[in-house]
C-alpha cells in the first residue's frame, strides 16, 4: 500500500527546490490549491458514475484530468504558462451567473490564489506525485484526513496560520458534549479550516446516518464563514473529502454584516467555535454593532454575535480566552448580556499552553443555553497530564485527558477540579468569569513583564514624592 505520509513529505521535499516558493505558508497554501483542484475533479468523476446527467461546474480544459492527470503531459514553461495565464485566471473568473454554488465555491476557493512556483519542471514533478493518491478509494480518503490534519497542524508553526487551526481533542470535545443531531442547524461563524464543522459531521453520522436521504439534510444544515482565503480553500476541501458535495462555507467576515439583520430564519440550534483573539477587527467593523457593545477586541463581538445567531433553546460551544473574561466597560457588558439571555452552565478553564506554539494565551471553553438566564456557573480546572510541563507540537492536548470531566459532567459536585459560582456573586463583581479554582493553594504570582514595569514606575513615583516632600521640609527647616 503505498503510503500516502511519504508521499507528502516528498511534495514539500520537491517544493523547496522551487526558487519561487519562501516558508512552510507559501508551500502549504500552493499545496492547497493543487489539492483541491485534484479533490474536486476526483469527486466530479465519482459524481458522474452516479449520475448521468451531471455536468461539472469546472470548464474541460481547467479539469484536473485534462491537463495535470497525464504524467507524460505538460511540463517546463508550456505548464507554467498554462496555470499563470489560463489555470488561475479562468477559474478566479468562473462563470457562476447560472447560480451553481459549486461552481461559486471554485471561484471563491481561486479569488485568493497564487502560483509560487516559477520552474514547470518541478511543478510536473509535484503533480505526479499527487496523481499517486485516489481521493475516491475510501482508503487514501481516510488516511489522507490524517495527513490533512498533520498539513493544518503545521499551519500552526507557519507564521499567523495558527488562528485557524484548534486542536482535534478540543473539537471533539466540544462538539461531543453539545451533541449536534440530525436536523439541527449547525454554525461556525470563525470556521477557520473547518475542524468544528468537520467534528460536527462525524458526530451525526455516527448516531443519524442512514441514508442517502439523510445524508442530503446533513449537507444543508452544516454551515460555516470564513474571510481569509487559505483556511477557506483548506475549509471547503476538508469538508469535501467529508462527502460533503457542496460545503455550505460563505467566503466572508461574518462579523461584517448589520448585527440587527440576523432575524429568525438565520437563527441557528448549534454553534461550535473558536474565534479569533487578540486581533483587532477590520476597521469599522464595530459599527455593525448596538453603541453599547462596540469594541475592536474581536473575540468581544463574535460573542455578542453567536449569541445573537442562537435560537431560544440553542447551545454553544466555544473557546475564549481570559481577556474576554474579565475587564470593564463594553468587556463587562458583553458578559452581562451574554449572562442574561443565556445560561453559562460550564467553564473550563484551560493552561496556558494548549495553544502552542501558536499563542500562548490562557483559554477557556465556555458551555451555554440560550433563553434562560444564568444562576449559578461551574467551573473545571482541567490539569496537565503528570509529568508534562506544558503542552507543545509535539505533545498536543489529548482526548482522553477529558475523560474525568465527561465523567463529572452529568452528575456534578465539587471536588478539587471542580467548584460552583452564583450569578449573585458574579453579578457583584463586575461580571468578572475569570475565578480562580478556590481548593487549589495560593501560589506566588509571576509577575509579566508589563506589570512589572508598572510596579517599578509606581515605586520611582512614590519615591518622587517622598524627595519632594523632604525637600520642601528642609527648605523650610
Known amino acids: 500500500m503505498k503510503n500516502i505520509g511519504?508521499?507528502?513529505?516528498?511534495?514539500?521535499?520537491?517544493?523547496?527546490?522551487?526558487?519561487?516558493?519562501?516558508?512552510?505558508?507559501?508551500?502549504?497554501?500552493q499545496l492547497g490549491w493543487m489539492i483541491s483542484l485534484k479533490i474536486l475533479?476526483?469527486?466530479?468523476?465519482?459524481?458522474?458514475?452516479?449520475?448521468?446527467?451531471?455536468?461539472?461546474?469546472?470548464?474541460?480544459?481547467?479539469?484536473?484530468?485534462?491537463?495535470?492527470?497525464?504524467?507524460?503531459?505538460?511540463?517546463g514553461d508550456e505548464l507554467k504558462n498554462f496555470i499563470d495565464g489560463t489555470l488561475i485566471p479562468q477559474l478566479k473568473n468562473l462563470d457562476v451567473s447560472s447560480g451553481n454554488k459549486r461552481a461559486l465555491i471554485i471561484r471563491e476557493i481561486f479569488d485568493g490564489t497564487n502560483n509560487y512556483m516559477k520552474n514547470g519542471t518541478i511543478i510536473r514533478?509535484?503533480?505526479?506525485?499527487?496523481?499517486?493518491?485516489?481521493?475516491?478509494?475510501?482508503?487514501?480518503?481516510?488516511?489522507?484526513?490524517?495527513?490533512?490534519?498533520?498539513?493544518?497542524?503545521?499551519?500552526?508553526?507557519?507564521?499567523?496560520?495558527?488562528?485557524?487551526?484548534?486542536?482535534?481533542?478540543?473539537?471533539?470535545?466540544?462538539t461531543e458534549m453539545i451533541n449536534p443531531r440530525l436536523g439541527e442547524k449547525v454554525l461556525d461563524p470563525a470556521c477557520g479550516t473547518g475542524g468544528f464543522l468537520?467534528?460536527?459531521?462525524?458526530?451525526?453520522?455516527?448516531?443519524?446516518?442512514k441514508g442517502i436521504e439523510d445524508l442530503r439534510a446533513l449537507e444543508k444544515s452544516i454551515h460555516g464563514m470564513e474571510f481569509k482565503p487559505l483556511p477557506f480553500m483548506l475549509c471547503v476541501t476538508n469538508l469535501i473529502l467529508y462527502d460533503i458535495e457542496v460545503p455550505n462555507v460563505d467566503y466572508t467576515d461574518s462579523l461584517n454584516r448589520e448585527y440587527t439583520s440576523i432575524g429568525q430564519k438565520?437563527?441557528?440550534?448549534?454553534?461550535?467555535?473558536?474565534?479569533?483573539?487578540?486581533?483587532?477587527?477590520?476597521?469599522?467593523?464595530?459599527?455593525?454593532?448596538?453603541?453599547?457593545?462596540?469594541?475592536?477586541?474581536?473575540a468581544d463581538l463574535f460573542l455578542m454575535l453567536?449569541?445573537?445567531?442562537?435560537?431560544?433553546?440553542?447551545?454553544?460551544?466555544?473557546?475564549?480566552?481570559?481577556?474576554?473574561?474579565?475587564?470593564?466597560?463594553?468587556?463587562?457588558?458583553?458578559?452581562?448580556?451574554?449572562?442574561?439571555?443565556?445560561?453559562?452552565?460550564?467553564?473550563v478553564r484551560l493552561p496556558n499552553s494548549v495553544f502552542q506554539p501558536y499563542a500562548s494565551v490562557a483559554t477557556n471553553l465556555l458551555f451555554f443555553e440560550k433563553g434562560k438566564p444564568t444562576k449559578e456557573i461551574w467551573y473545571w480546572e482541567h490539569k496537565l497530564p503528570e509529568g508534562v510541563k506544558a503542552y507543545s507540537k509535539t505533545k498536543p492536548i489529548q482526548k482522553s485527558e477529558f475523560d474525568d470531566l465527561k465523567k463529572w459532567w452529568k452528575k456534578r459536585n465539587e471536588n478539587k477540579q471542580a467548584w460552583k459560582v452564583s450569578i449573585d456573586t458574579i453579578a457583584s463583581n463586575g461580571y468578572n468569569l475569570d475565578i480562580k479554582n478556590p481548593?487549589?493553594?495560593?501560589?506566588?504570582?509571576?509577575?509579566?513583564?508589563?506589570e512589572l514595569v508598572t510596579m517599578i514606575h509606581e515605586s520611582f513615583r512614590k519615591s518622587d514624592e517622598l524627595l519632594q516632600q523632604l525637600r520642601k521640609e528642609l527648605e523650610h527647616g
Not at 516528498?10 to 516558493?21: A, C, E, S, W, Y
Not at 489522507?144 to 471533539?172: C, H, K, M, V, W
Request: hydrophobic content about 35%.
Open 41 to 75: 475533479d476526483d469527486k466530479d468523476k465519482e459524481i458522474e458514475l452516479l449520475n448521468d446527467k451531471y455536468v461539472s461546474p469546472m470548464p474541460k480544459k481547467l479539469q484536473w484530468r485534462n491537463w495535470a492527470a497525464d504524467d507524460e503531459g505538460m511540463t
Open 266 to 298: 438565520d437563527r441557528v440550534d448549534v454553534i461550535l467555535a473558536n474565534p479569533p483573539f487578540g486581533a483587532s477587527v477590520t476597521d469599522g467593523v464595530e459599527t455593525n454593532f448596538p453603541q453599547n457593545f462596540r469594541t475592536t477586541e474581536s
Open 198 to 209: 468537520t467534528s460536527a459531521i462525524e458526530n451525526i453520522r455516527k448516531q443519524d446516518i
Open 439 to 450: 481548593h487549589t493553594p495560593e501560589e506566588k504570582h509571576a509577575y509579566s513583564s508589563v
Open 306 to 347: 453567536m449569541v445573537r445567531y442562537l435560537k431560544e433553546g440553542g447551545r454553544a460551544g466555544i473557546v475564549l480566552p481570559d481577556g474576554s473574561m474579565t475587564g470593564d466597560g463594553v468587556k463587562q457588558r458583553i458578559r452581562q448580556h451574554l449572562l442574561e439571555n443565556c445560561n453559562l452552565h460550564t467553564i
Open 125 to 174: 514533478q509535484v503533480l505526479n506525485e499527487l496523481n499517486q493518491i485516489d481521493f475516491n478509494s475510501s482508503e487514501d480518503r481516510h488516511v489522507f484526513a490524517d495527513i490533512y490534519e498533520t498539513i493544518l497542524r503545521d499551519l500552526q508553526s507557519a507564521g499567523n496560520y495558527g488562528e485557524f487551526y484548534t486542536p482535534r481533542a478540543l473539537t471533539e470535545f466540544i
Open 6 to 29: 511519504n508521499i507528502i513529505k516528498t511534495l514539500q521535499n520537491i517544493m523547496r527546490k522551487d526558487p519561487g516558493v519562501s516558508g512552510d505558508a507559501q508551500r502549504i497554501e
